[in-house]
């Protein structure tokens, strides 16, 4: 077969596996090169302030948070599993890396990262990352916004210019004595981190041109602090004059005793990262028409993890905003990801005499404006004003996140949606209005049932339902729980009715054991002398029912596509008798 491009330039298959992004390469202009790497660039410039203001915010130096942004970068961007992906610290790892630092020590948390790592590449390798998109919505928003509540909480005291209470303590206390320590507040600090704050959000907000609103802050306080002697906090006075200088190089100690110590916080390192991780490669290919790998997106992001802590960096995962903003930009290739990697190092070069000089507000300020933007108030909005039960997994995982331990509030979550989705699979939602679609013609009409709205010309209020014939509608997906309660249900009202019409006009998929129920449902009906009809049945159960021979059971002549011909059909057979007596059998 004619090898490709990418095959005849490394020589094999291999590598084009392996540099699974340079696997469309063919054709790449100087144009497309420009594009990419101008964008790519634009992106680093906007990730330097924030790589810095997570370092700080995780306890770390600012050198540790650039080495982590451009090993992030260079790593996910040769082996990821989508075209444009940004890697790099994120103000989700903010909390996590902080407590781990303070009640570990630093070797700790790189050896969660390097665990975290693995296990995410062993998820990619195992082909099971599609699985985490079954991850419901509502948990994953549930932490992302306990994580940004706790985030907020440690950055009150910096933001505030007060002693630093740290995410080692309880959230309680870390509110307590940002509260008791507000008599003590900085004026200077305060006023800086607000100028900033709204400085980043202006320039956000409204795209002032591809000046990026978190450089300008990051510039202005800077040079503000070098030049006017605003008495602030800064990096200098933190961490010494060298704050941009190399880590040193190590390797993460590991023992069977700190591995299951660690392991909680690694899974919940793991987790946040693989979610962060395929969330941006999603908003990269839905932008750009793409399909990504999501086992290889895990597997280049663990790789890196379990790289970086070896360079002295921190916890990284996909940038969403950062890939976002590079496609915006025109990127449609990995140079992307090693252009934003060569701004980051080349602004040190510029910056790093007046590194010292950065003020901690600010970088505090652009820890505020992640965690606001994490918390995703337009889906959390969404997700309260759904369902019930997807309100209850959203809050319950958000509070425990925040009050106790954020593997606790995944598991928990998680397994509270589970409960959700099976009590839904065995529910009955429409016994209420069923209750009143039993009715003779010669008795008075009901009052109309508050789930059918009164634009819907086919609800059930609207039909006359013929004298001995119960008609029933089922709203919600049929499984076999839900058909077992109706069984019992529609079965209970005793022998008033001689003819039982289910209507599934909103059921549009039964599964199997669903359509045996169904089966089961007209068997007790034919046991009973009740004559079983089937109305407004949709495609994927009409076929399902002829493949498994349930139409022929039943008898094809009770099966209706209107709902109006099923009752007509259904008062025939009540008044004269005449329809067909076959034995409703059970399909087996």
């Known amino acids: 077969p004619t090898l490709s491009y990418e095959a005849r330039l490394f020589d094999g298959r291999g590598l084009r596996m392996l540099f699974g992004p340079f696997s469309d390469m063919k054709g790449y202009s100087v144009r497309a090169f420009r594009r990419d790497f101008l964008s790519g660039a634009l992106s680093g410039a906007t990730a330097f302030p924030f790589a810095l203001a997570f370092a700080v915010a995780s306890g770390v130096s600012p050198g ?29 790892f903010v909390a996590l890396s902080l407590s781990i630092i303070q009640r570990f020590g630093f070797p700790s948390l790189a050896a969660v ?4 790592g693995a296990l995410m590449a062993l998820l990619g390798v195992f082909r099971m990352g599609g699985l985490v998109r079954f991850v419901p919505r509502a948990v994953i928003s549930g932490l992302s916004a306990g994580v940004a509540i706790t985030v907020l909480a440690a950055e009150l005291s910096p933001f505030f210019g007060l002693a630093d209470v740290g995410s080692n303590a309880a959230f309680v206390d870390v509110i307590a004595s940002f509260t008791l320590g507000l008599r003590f507040l900085n004026p200077w ?31 202005a306080g800077t040079l503000a602090v070098a030049f006017l002697g605003i008495p602030v906090e800064t990096v200098g006075t933190r961490y010494g004059p060298a704050v941009l200088g190399l880590p040193p190089f190590s390797i ?20 946040l990262a693989s ?20 086992n290889r997106v895990l597997i280049a992001q663990g790789a890196a993890n379990i790289f970086i802590p070896i360079l002295g960096g921190i916890p990284s995962g996909g940038w969403v905003s950062r890939t976002a903003s590079a496609v915006r930009g025109g990127a449609r290739s990995s140079v992307a990801a090693f252009a934003h990697a060569v701004a980051l190092l080349v602004f040190p070069l510029f910056f790093g005499r007046f590194a010292a000089y950065v003020p901690v507000p600010v970088l505090s300020a652009l820890v505020f404006f992640a965690s606001i933007e994490l918390i995703g108030i337009p889906a959390m909005r969404a997700i309260l004003r759904e369902r019930k ?50 009715r003779a013609r010669d008795e008075p009409r009901t009052s109309r049932e508050p789930h059918e709205p009164r634009a819907d010309s086919n609800a ?30 529609a079965l209970s009202r005793g022998t008033g009715y001689k003819a039982l019409v289910l209507r599934l006009r909103d059921a549009i998929y039964v599964d199997e054991a669903g359509l045996r129920m169904i089966g089961s449902l007209a068997a007790a009906c034919r046991r009973r002398g009740i004559a079983f009809l089937v109305a407004d049945i949709h495609t994927q159960p009409y076929m399902l029912a002829a493949e498994s021979g349930l139409e022929d059971a039943i008898g094809s002549e009770n099966f209706f596509g209107n709902f109006g011909e099923a009752l007509a059909r259904a008062g025939t057979y009540v008044s004269s008798r005449s329809l067909s007596r076959r034995e409703y059998e059970q399909p087996q």
């Open 189 to 219: 600090a305060c006023a800086t981190a607000v100028t900033a704050l709204t400085v980043i959000a202006v320039f956000t907000r409204w795209g002032i041109g591809w000046i990026p609103g978190s450089l300008v802050a990051l510039v």
């Open 275 to 294: 979610v962060e991780s395929l969330m941006g490669a999603a908003v990269a290919d839905g932008m750009t028409g793409e399909r990504r790998d999501p």
């Open 460 to 489: 059930l209020s609207r039909f006359a339902i013929p004298k001995g014939v119960a008609a029933f509608e089922l709203s919600s997906p049929l499984s076999f729980g839900a058909l077992q309660r109706f069984e019992q249900y």
């Open 113 to 116: 990262t390097a665990l975290s």
């Open 389 to 438: 039960s997807e309100a209850i997994v959203f809050c319950v995982t958000l509070v425990f996140a925040v009050f106790l331990d954020l593997a606790v509030a995944t598991a928990l979550g998680i397994l509270l949606a589970a409960y959700f989705s099976l009590r839904a699979g065995t529910s009955l939602p429409t016994v209420k209005a069923l209750q009143g679609a039993l």
């Open 64 to 92: 540790q948070g650039i080495v982590t942004a451009v090993a992030a970068a260079v790593i996910v961007g040769a082996f990821g599993g989508t075209r444009v992906q940004i890697s790099g610290p994120l103000g989700a």
């Open 252 to 271: 993460p100690p590991f023992g069977i005793a700190s591995i299951l110590e660690l392991l909680s916080s690694a899974i919940s390192l793991a987790l």
